[in-house]
């Protein structure tokens, strides 16, 4: 066995369900006895009335007292004792209340008939009264298990993990039987169960082959059944829709030392209730775990392909620059080689903001401080223009930022590099040539940026995606490894703001930032 440590849930024991079960198991000889004893009392205390109405009351009229008995003994007693408070009503009727008084003769032969309707009324009346409690103590049990079940499931409901679900099972079912109940889970082919408080439930070595057998055959076994009956406790298969997922065990409790009748059945519901909790909980935690590793193997599918290409260009262009140089510099006019300079400047500068696009992606998601202060936002504007002047050369760029904006609690490095990514990324998607517009606004909760261009803006239902890691839009002809809008996001998330894009009319795209306003 894997852990031999025991699992103990005990739990406040209601008096409700185990009351009424054992309201309905078979009585013992004392109360027997004594029923019948509180049954002849009612007789006696109806014949006293009986007497004391004699003078005023015909014979006919005095048997409606010893009735009155008989219904009282039927609603509260046994069936038994109602049929002995129904022949002891009759004796004491003809000896007490019919002439001649204080003996079991029979003056008149029409009492007969008197007496024979007595009895068969009194009979039907406790045959009746008895399929009425009989049944109103089903439909008690009926509502007790409807409302178990009930608890059962909604504890269950909110289990996420496997030994949750076993141990609210475990809990609900210790509230409902009265008992200690451990739930045996499998671990690596064995099923083992753990100590959880610092009370003890004993099960011996052979209580858990017991518990590892029951598992291994889906068959109940232990306590008051066929298989190991004298076993400690009583062992129930938790059998899923396809595979067994436990064995719950429940010892004596202080209702007897097996359950009986609905007890039982109470018990299979529970049981197959809870395997189907843990199956679906394991069946969900699997396919997380699935779906988790689908994604990381597509973000490494994903990283590895844009990094086998965006690294591999660069490096290509700046090895056969460098080659070329090196073997023919000297027979190179100076604008050729000018030409090859130039072109390994590009292309390492590319390779150096593809690796720190990568660096920052990494940085970010595993969780970046922030040094945040009270900046203006034209700062950090004018600086983000600044670090793109070469790549926004013969653009128009016009920039609209109030002078009476409200100062940014933000980090301004990494807010001026959501601004140069999102300028990046209009001159990449518009026309060379073509304007781009940086507009500001204020309202009294936050501070709205949008970088507008007039490109060929997205198409319809990429508005979510264009955030994504290593998703680059349909555009032919642009380079870049997708990574510049997902820092975005995570810069503008890591500052309790959200960014968005646009359609603009006209054609082009909008990507608006919304930056919370600190309160003093």
Not at 6 to 28: E, I, M, T
Not at 422 to 430: D, F, G, I, P, V
Request: aromatic share 6%.
């Amino acid at each position: 066995m894997a852990d031999t440590t025991g699992l103990p849930l005990h739990g406040n024991v209601p008096a409700d369900f185990a009351d009424r079960a054992d309201a309905k198991a078979p009585r013992s000889g004392l109360a027997a006895w004594r029923e019948f004893a509180a049954a002849a009392a009612i007789v006696g205390v109806g014949t006293l009335l009986a007497l004391a109405l004699r003078p005023y009351l015909a014979a006919t009229n005095l048997a409606m007292v010893y009735l009155l008995g008989v219904v009282a003994v039927a609603t509260r007693y046994s069936r038994r004792a109602s049929v002995m408070a129904s022949f002891l009503s009759v004796a004491a009727f003809d000896f007490f209340c019919v002439p001649p008084y204080y003996t079991f003769q029979i003056a008149d032969s029409e009492s007969l008939i008197t007496f024979a309707a007595l009895l068969v009324v009194a009979l039907v009346i406790s045959a009746q009264t008895s399929r009425i409690r009989a049944q109103a103590l089903r439909a008690v049990d009926r509502e007790s298990r409807t409302q178990a079940l009930y608890r059962l499931s909604r504890r269950l409901s909110t289990a996420t993990r496997v030994f949750d679900a076993a141990l609210a099972a475990a809990e609900v079912a210790e509230e409902v039987f009265g008992a200690p109940v451990t739930i045996f889970l499998p671990e690596e082919g064995r099923i083992s169960f753990r100590k959880r408080t610092s009370d003890q439930l004993l099960i011996s070595s052979a209580e858990e082959e017991i518990a590892q057998t029951v598992f291994d055959s889906g068959r109940k076994a232990g306590r008051g059944m066929e298989n190991f009956p004298d076993a400690a406790a009583a062992y129930v298969p938790l059998k899923g829709a396809s595979r067994m997922v436990g064995v719950l065990a429940i010892l004596p409790g202080s209702h007897g030392d097996t359950l009986h009748g609905e007890q039982q059945h109470l018990l299979d519901l529970f049981a197959n209730q809870t395997a189907l909790a843990i199956e679906r909980t394991q069946s969900q935690n699997a396919a997380a775990d699935a779906r988790m590793q689908m994604e990381t193997e597509e973000m490494r599918s994903a990283l590895l392909s844009t990094v086998s290409h965006d690294l591999r260009t660069p490096l290509a262009s700046i090895t056969g620059a460098a080659s070329t140089l090196r073997s023919q510099g000297a027979k190179l006019a100076p604008a050729v080689r000018d030409e090859l300079l130039e072109s390994i400047s590009e292309e390492a500068l590319r390779l150096s903001r593809l690796v720190g696009n990568l660096l920052d992606m990494t940085r970010l998601e595993s969780g970046v401080e922030l040094r945040r202060d009270l900046y203006p936002l034209e700062e950090i504007v004018g600086a983000a223009l600044q670090r793109m002047e070469p790549q926004l050369a013969g653009r128009e760029v016009t920039a609209a930022v109030p002078e009476d904006l409200p100062l940014v609690n933000v980090d301004d490095v990494l807010l001026g590099q959501v601004l140069v990514n999102l300028l990046e990324n209009a001159a990449k998607y518009s026309p060379p040539g073509s304007a781009i517009e940086i507009a500001a606004t204020a309202t009294p909760a936050a501070v709205q940026v949008e970088v507008r261009d007039r490109g060929r803006g997205f198409a319809e239902g990429e508005e979510k995606r264009l955030f994504d890691k290593f998703y680059r839009g349909k555009a032919e002809g642009v380079r870049g490894a997708g990574l510049g809008l997902a820092i975005c996001r995570a810069i503008v998330t890591a500052h309790r703001g959200s960014i968005e894009a646009l359609h603009r009319e006209g054609g082009g795209a909008i990507f608006r930032i919304r930056l919370p306003l600190s309160r003093p």
